[in-house]
């Protein structure tokens, strides 16, 4: 539990902590108040069923001095002001505090999501391939949603109310030391018996919960992203019944979750409504006399009456805590990533780079963080003149795309380097090397936005060139499709991941794209397998005739006559 607060605690920012601690005052100072009020009801009850106790109690003698009451009755109706006044405030303050909880909370989600994308997007490439984006997305979300429901606002009414008790047991110890032992004791061992009895199972379906969840966001993904072939291999009624599946596991435990924390409340309040009838039918028995039972029965009602929404609410935030302590363990290494990057960042914004002459791989060897012992590529030595064009070849699965990812600086080699113009490629300079390269990647990936915006990709609307966008397009030979084939032109919304285009039609953009950024250096992988050979042939000529510096991956023949060099994997 405390762990999980000083866990809790490490991942707020010095600004979160500061809106936590404020929010925490507001909160308690409200409960506080609220106490306050409850307990100004005290006196007036008191003196109402007896007049006489003005006389006995110091403090209602000095309020009588004080006020000027002439009688009893006088202080009856001072007392019953203040009580009155005492309620408004505290109503009062309440919605202003509840209107500062739930701001606080809705903002800190959107701060911590927003911080969790950005934690994302920070990361090198090595990162995505082994992390899988469902699970992503539902950090950012889902699990942030989380912490803030379950974990966040739990803790602060925990801390609020833990204040609460603390000083209304320190106020009936002054009042009346057995009476708020008694009660403060009864309800701390009842409240724990449960707590130790339902922890376990908190804990178990808090995990089951996390996965289940995980589980949601995975199935929904793949079937939707996958859609065609979840269609053409009948797999949809199989995607429907493992969601359904986790949705249903997810419901259920929420459901489970919350009665575990209401049923304390709803067992205690039976037994102490039982055990102040019976006090009061003990009382009669014994012979005493109503004005002595009421005043009795009135302290341990309201010593009962105010500590335990306290600690029902205390309870409650555990329960939820325990229930949900999966989420830390999924967010904290998260955000750990932060603290990792910001140190690389400090070395982000470096000189420039220029490329006037070669580019120069030396020794380079390569496996992927997944399979360590695997080598893709073993001491690749490779020299590529400006302006010149090298065609890498070989099998299938031979590391084409991986060198292809290495020179892209999307990928780190374990052993070598990269020189351009015998400057080292690494992390200060790969944002100005990003800028001077242009890559078509073999499967390309198309936005659910304008043909003039994907080909611009990463531009923002108003900024985007479109004589440029139409002078790439040229060059990639799409310009007369989307001029005469769709109705807006390069204004056409191209849909989710481009399913109006063709495969070609696609191709065919992702070389526009790459063009749009006037690469000094062009990279492409495959980027005519799914094109004629005659359309082929017209994209390679103009862009050969732009003359930049060509790295290309092909299996084709005629493609590989356009290169100067060649050089085999595998
Ligand atoms: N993310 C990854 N994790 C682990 N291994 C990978 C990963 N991506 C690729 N590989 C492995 O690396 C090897 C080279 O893959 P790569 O994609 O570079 O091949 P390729 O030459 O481009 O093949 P193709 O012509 O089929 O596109 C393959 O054996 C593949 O299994
Ligand atoms: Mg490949």
């Not at 999501?113 to 994302?120: E, F, G, N, P, Q």
């Not at 690389?344 to 380079?364: G, M, V, Y």
């Not at 397009?473 to 001029?483: V, Y």
Request: net charge positive; with cysteine.
């Amino acid at each position: 539990m405390l762990k999980s607060l000083k866990q809790l605690w490490g991942i707020l920012t010095k600004l979160d902590k500061r809106k936590v601690i404020y929010v925490l005052i507001l909160v308690v100072g409200m409960a506080f108040i609220e106490s306050a009020g409850v307990i100004s009801i005290m006196p007036f009850l008191a003196v109402l069923s007896n007049p006489a106790i003005v006389e006995t109690v110091p403090i209602l003698k000095i309020l009588q001095e004080y006020s000027g009451a002439k009688n009893s009755q006088q202080v009856v109706i001072y007392l019953g002001s203040i009580s009155f006044i005492i309620v408004v405030f505290s109503a009062f303050l309440k919605i202003i505090t509840q209107y500062a909880v739930n701001r606080f909370a809705s903002l800190q989600r959107h701060y911590f999501s927003s911080r969790l994308l950005k934690i994302y997007l920070q990361q090198n490439y090595e990162f995505f391939i082994q992390r899988n984006s469902a699970s992503l997305i539902k950090n950012v979300l889902s699990e942030v949603d989380q912490l803030i429901w379950s974990m966040i606002l739990p803790a602060l009414s925990m801390l609020s109310y833990g204040l609460v008790l603390i000083a209304m047991i320190g106020i009936l110890l002054l009042y009346n030391p057995i009476i708020a032992l008694g009660t403060a004791g009864t309800l701390a061992f009842f409240y724990i018996t449960i707590y130790v009895l339902v922890k376990k199972k908190l804990s178990k379906i808090g995990q089951e919960f996390t996965q289940a969840n995980k589980e949601r966001y995975q199935n929904c993904q793949e079937a939707l992203a996958g859609i065609k072939d979840v269609i053409i291999n009948n797999a949809k009624q199989g995607y429907i019944d493992q969601f359904e599946t986790s949705s249903r596991v997810f419901a259920r435990h929420i459901a489970t979750r919350d009665t575990l924390g209401q049923v304390p409340l709803n067992i205690i309040e039976t037994v102490g409504y039982g055990c102040l009838i019976g006090l009061a039918m003990l009382l009669v028995v014994l012979g005493k006399d109503v004005s002595e039972i009421l005043p009795v029965l009135g302290l341990y009602g309201f010593a009962a009456y105010r500590m335990l929404p306290a600690a029902q609410n205390i309870y409650r935030a555990i329960s939820q805590i325990k229930f949900s302590q999966q989420v830390l363990n999924i967010l904290i290494p998260e955000f750990d990533l932060e603290k990792e990057k910001s140190s690389k960042d400090l070395i982000n914004h470096a000189a420039s780079l220029e490329f006037e002459q070669t580019i120069r791989l030396e020794n380079i060897s390569f496996a992927y963080p997944n399979y360590p012992d695997k080598p893709v590529l073993c001491d690749i030595n490779l020299e590529i003149k400006k302006n010149t064009s090298i065609g890498i070849i070989g099998k299938s699965g031979s590391g084409k795309s991986t060198l292809m990812d290495i020179m892209l600086g999307l990928l780190t080699p374990q052993h070598g380097k990269i020189y351009i113009d015998n400057r080292e490629l690494n992390e200060s300079n790969i944002r100005e090397w990003r800028n001077l390269v242009g890559y078509v990647p073999q499967f390309i990936y198309l936005a659910n936005k304008s043909v003039a915006e994907n080909i611009a990709f990463g531009v923002p609307k108003s900024e985007i060139d479109i004589e440029q966008v139409k002078y790439a397009s040229k060059l990639a030979q799409i310009d007369e499709f989307i001029m005469q084939n769709l109705n807006n032109g390069y204004d056409e919304i191209i849909g989710e991941k481009g399913v109006m285009l063709s495969g070609g039609q696609r191709q065919r953009i992702g070389i526009a794209r790459a063009l749009y950024k006037k690469p000094e250096v062009l990279f492409l992988d495959e980027v005519t397998s799914s094109l004629d050979a005659e359309t082929a042939n017209l994209v390679f000529e103009s862009i050969k005739n732009i003359g930049k510096t060509i790295i290309l991956i092909s299996h084709k023949h005629f493609e590989i006559l356009y290169v100067d060099k060649k050089i085999l994997l595998g």
